[in-house]
Protein backbone atom coordinates (compact mmCIF):
# COMPACT_ATOMS: atom_id res chain seq x y z
CA UNK A 1 0.00 0.00 0.00
CA UNK A 2 1.25 3.63 -1.34
CA UNK A 3 0.78 6.58 1.16
CA UNK A 4 1.97 10.52 0.85
CA UNK A 5 2.37 11.23 4.34
CA UNK A 6 4.14 14.30 6.72
CA UNK A 7 7.65 12.96 7.34
CA UNK A 8 8.85 11.88 11.13
CA UNK A 9 12.28 12.37 12.09
CA UNK A 10 12.11 8.78 12.32
CA UNK A 11 11.73 8.86 8.06
CA UNK A 12 14.72 10.70 8.09
CA UNK A 13 17.66 8.17 7.57
CA UNK A 14 15.65 6.71 4.60
CA UNK A 15 14.87 10.18 3.51
CA UNK A 16 18.67 10.35 3.33
CA UNK A 17 19.23 7.45 1.63
CA UNK A 18 16.81 8.07 -1.18
CA UNK A 19 18.23 11.59 -1.27
CA UNK A 20 22.07 9.59 -2.03
CA UNK A 21 20.58 7.09 -4.38
CA UNK A 22 18.48 9.71 -6.44
CA UNK A 23 20.57 12.79 -6.99
CA UNK A 24 24.40 14.25 -7.29
CA UNK A 25 23.06 16.87 -4.81
CA UNK A 26 23.51 15.59 -1.32
CA UNK A 27 23.23 16.74 2.19
CA UNK A 28 24.51 16.18 5.41
CA UNK A 29 21.64 14.53 8.08
CA UNK A 30 21.59 17.52 10.05
CA UNK A 31 20.38 19.45 6.99
CA UNK A 32 17.09 16.99 6.44
CA UNK A 33 16.88 17.30 10.04
CA UNK A 34 16.77 21.00 10.29
CA UNK A 35 14.15 21.55 7.21
CA UNK A 36 12.25 19.17 8.86
CA UNK A 37 11.96 20.51 12.31
CA UNK A 38 11.62 24.16 10.65
CA UNK A 39 9.29 23.33 8.08
CA UNK A 40 7.32 20.11 8.98
CA UNK A 41 4.04 21.07 7.05
CA UNK A 42 6.21 20.96 3.69
CA UNK A 43 8.20 17.80 4.44
CA UNK A 44 6.67 14.58 3.13
CA UNK A 45 7.17 10.98 2.15
CA UNK A 46 6.07 8.82 0.46
CA UNK A 47 5.44 5.19 1.84
CA UNK A 48 5.40 1.63 0.14
CA UNK A 49 4.63 -0.98 2.91
CA UNK A 50 6.39 0.58 5.31
CA UNK A 51 9.38 1.75 3.65
CA UNK A 52 10.23 5.50 2.25
CA UNK A 53 10.49 5.41 -1.52
CA UNK A 54 10.22 9.00 -2.01
CA UNK A 55 10.48 12.73 -0.48
CA UNK A 56 10.21 16.08 -0.72
CA UNK A 57 11.66 19.04 1.92
CA UNK A 58 11.10 23.04 1.64
CA UNK A 59 11.89 25.90 3.07
CA UNK A 60 10.25 29.09 3.54
CA UNK A 61 11.85 32.24 2.49
CA UNK A 62 11.28 35.88 2.56
CA UNK A 63 12.36 37.85 -0.57
CA UNK A 64 12.11 39.43 -3.84
CA UNK A 65 8.97 37.66 -6.01
CA UNK A 66 10.23 35.93 -9.22
CA UNK A 67 6.66 36.89 -11.01
CA UNK A 68 6.64 40.52 -10.08
CA UNK A 69 10.17 42.19 -9.51
CA UNK A 70 8.57 44.58 -7.26
CA UNK A 71 6.80 42.97 -4.21
CA UNK A 72 9.26 41.41 -1.26
CA UNK A 73 7.39 38.30 -0.12
CA UNK A 74 7.07 34.81 1.46
CA UNK A 75 7.69 32.40 -0.85
CA UNK A 76 8.18 28.67 -0.66
CA UNK A 77 11.39 27.27 -2.08
CA UNK A 78 11.40 23.40 -3.11
CA UNK A 79 15.06 22.91 -2.15
CA UNK A 80 14.62 18.60 -2.99
CA UNK A 81 12.65 15.84 -3.94
CA UNK A 82 13.14 12.20 -5.56
CA UNK A 83 11.07 9.02 -6.51
CA UNK A 84 12.89 5.84 -6.25
CA UNK A 85 13.67 5.07 -9.59
CA UNK A 86 11.49 1.66 -9.63
CA UNK A 87 8.81 3.87 -8.45
CA UNK A 88 8.82 6.74 -11.06
CA UNK A 89 6.28 7.80 -13.24
CA UNK A 90 2.91 6.66 -10.68
CA UNK A 91 2.21 10.05 -10.07
CA UNK A 92 4.17 10.13 -6.20
CA UNK A 93 5.99 13.03 -7.49
CA UNK A 94 2.95 14.76 -8.38
CA UNK A 95 1.08 13.95 -5.29
CA UNK A 96 4.31 14.61 -3.26
CA UNK A 97 4.86 18.03 -5.00
CA UNK A 98 0.68 18.50 -4.48
CA UNK A 99 1.00 18.24 -0.82
CA UNK A 100 4.72 20.71 -0.02
CA UNK A 101 2.47 23.26 -1.95
CA UNK A 102 -0.12 23.00 -0.06
CA UNK A 103 1.88 23.56 2.98
CA UNK A 104 3.48 26.54 1.78
CA UNK A 105 0.32 28.12 1.63
CA UNK A 106 -0.32 27.36 5.55
CA UNK A 107 3.05 29.06 6.22
CA UNK A 108 1.86 31.81 3.80
CA UNK A 109 3.76 31.59 0.82
CA UNK A 110 2.23 33.74 -2.25
CA UNK A 111 5.17 31.85 -4.34
CA UNK A 112 6.94 28.68 -4.78
CA UNK A 113 10.47 28.25 -6.61
CA UNK A 114 13.12 26.11 -7.46
CA UNK A 115 16.26 25.69 -9.40
CA UNK A 116 16.22 22.62 -11.43
CA UNK A 117 19.04 21.08 -14.13
CA UNK A 118 18.33 22.43 -17.58
CA UNK A 119 18.65 18.82 -18.73
CA UNK A 120 16.88 17.45 -16.05
CA UNK A 121 13.81 16.95 -18.37
CA UNK A 122 11.55 14.15 -15.87
CA UNK A 123 11.53 17.01 -13.24
CA UNK A 124 10.72 19.96 -15.45
CA UNK A 125 7.80 18.49 -17.22
CA UNK A 126 6.81 17.18 -13.47
CA UNK A 127 7.01 21.10 -12.99
CA UNK A 128 5.55 22.79 -15.94
CA UNK A 129 2.64 20.24 -15.14
CA UNK A 130 2.34 21.42 -11.63
CA UNK A 131 2.25 25.12 -12.97
CA UNK A 132 5.63 26.13 -12.71
CA UNK A 133 7.07 28.25 -15.54
CA UNK A 134 11.02 29.11 -16.59
CA UNK A 135 11.91 32.33 -14.88
CA UNK A 136 15.52 32.38 -15.32
CA UNK A 137 18.70 30.13 -16.23
CA UNK A 138 21.44 30.67 -13.53
CA UNK A 139 24.72 30.17 -15.11
CA UNK A 140 27.07 27.20 -13.46
CA UNK A 141 24.39 26.99 -10.66
CA UNK A 142 25.90 23.11 -10.12
CA UNK A 143 29.06 22.35 -8.86
CA UNK A 144 29.86 20.14 -12.25
CA UNK A 145 29.20 23.73 -14.42
CA UNK A 146 25.73 22.54 -15.71
CA UNK A 147 22.89 25.62 -15.67
CA UNK A 148 20.02 25.64 -13.47
CA UNK A 149 16.43 27.10 -14.60
CA UNK A 150 14.97 28.43 -12.02
CA UNK A 151 10.99 28.13 -12.03
CA UNK A 152 8.10 29.42 -9.89
CA UNK A 153 4.49 29.62 -9.88
CA UNK A 154 1.70 31.53 -7.64
CA UNK A 155 0.24 29.98 -4.73
CA UNK A 156 -3.42 30.15 -4.53
CA UNK A 157 -4.87 31.52 -0.82
CA UNK A 158 -6.50 28.69 0.33
CA UNK A 159 -4.43 24.74 0.33
CA UNK A 160 -7.47 23.18 -0.99
CA UNK A 161 -7.23 24.64 -4.30
CA UNK A 162 -3.83 23.22 -5.28
N1 LIG B 1 9.99 12.02 -19.04
C1 LIG B 1 9.08 12.97 -19.35
N2 LIG B 1 8.15 13.46 -18.48
C2 LIG B 1 8.17 12.92 -17.24
C3 LIG B 1 9.08 11.93 -16.84
C4 LIG B 1 10.00 11.46 -17.80
N3 LIG B 1 10.91 10.50 -17.50
N4 LIG B 1 8.86 11.63 -15.54
C5 LIG B 1 7.83 12.41 -15.14
N5 LIG B 1 7.42 13.19 -16.16
C6 LIG B 1 6.33 14.17 -16.15
C7 LIG B 1 5.13 13.58 -16.88
O1 LIG B 1 4.40 14.67 -17.41
C8 LIG B 1 4.39 12.94 -15.74
O2 LIG B 1 3.02 12.76 -15.99
P1 LIG B 1 2.55 11.39 -16.76
O3 LIG B 1 3.26 10.23 -16.11
O4 LIG B 1 1.07 11.40 -16.57
O5 LIG B 1 2.98 11.58 -18.18
C9 LIG B 1 4.55 13.98 -14.66
O6 LIG B 1 5.89 14.42 -14.80
C10 LIG B 1 4.31 13.48 -13.25
O7 LIG B 1 5.08 12.33 -13.01
P2 LIG B 1 5.06 11.59 -11.58
O8 LIG B 1 4.81 10.13 -11.77
O9 LIG B 1 4.14 12.31 -10.64
O10 LIG B 1 6.57 11.87 -11.09
P3 LIG B 1 7.59 10.79 -10.47
O11 LIG B 1 6.99 10.12 -9.28
O12 LIG B 1 8.12 9.93 -11.54
O13 LIG B 1 8.74 11.77 -9.92
C11 LIG B 1 10.78 13.02 -10.19
C12 LIG B 1 9.34 12.77 -10.73
C13 LIG B 1 10.69 13.33 -8.69
C14 LIG B 1 11.37 14.20 -10.93
C15 LIG B 1 11.60 11.72 -10.43
O14 LIG B 1 11.81 11.57 -11.82
C16 LIG B 1 12.94 11.72 -9.74
O15 LIG B 1 13.06 11.36 -8.57
N6 LIG B 1 14.02 12.10 -10.47
C17 LIG B 1 15.38 12.07 -9.92
C18 LIG B 1 15.55 13.13 -8.85
C19 LIG B 1 15.33 14.53 -9.44
O16 LIG B 1 15.73 14.83 -10.53
N7 LIG B 1 14.66 15.38 -8.63
C20 LIG B 1 14.40 16.78 -9.01
C21 LIG B 1 15.64 17.61 -8.85
S1 LIG B 1 15.29 19.37 -8.84
C22 LIG B 1 14.77 19.67 -7.22
O17 LIG B 1 14.82 18.82 -6.39
C23 LIG B 1 14.24 21.04 -6.87
ZN1 LIG C 1 17.18 25.51 -4.37
Avoid at 19 to 45: G, I, K, M, W
Avoid at 71 to 88: D, N, T
Avoid at 96 to 121: Q, W
Wanted: aromatic share 12%.
Amino acid sequence: MAVVRRATDADINQVVSVNYRCLPENYAPSFFRDLHQRFPNTFYVCEIDGRVVGYIMCRIEFGRSDLNNFSLIRKGHVVSIAVLPEHRRKGFGTALLKAALSGMVEYGAKEAFLEVRVSNTPAIELYKKMGFEIKRVERRYYVDGEDAYVMARKLPPEPSSI
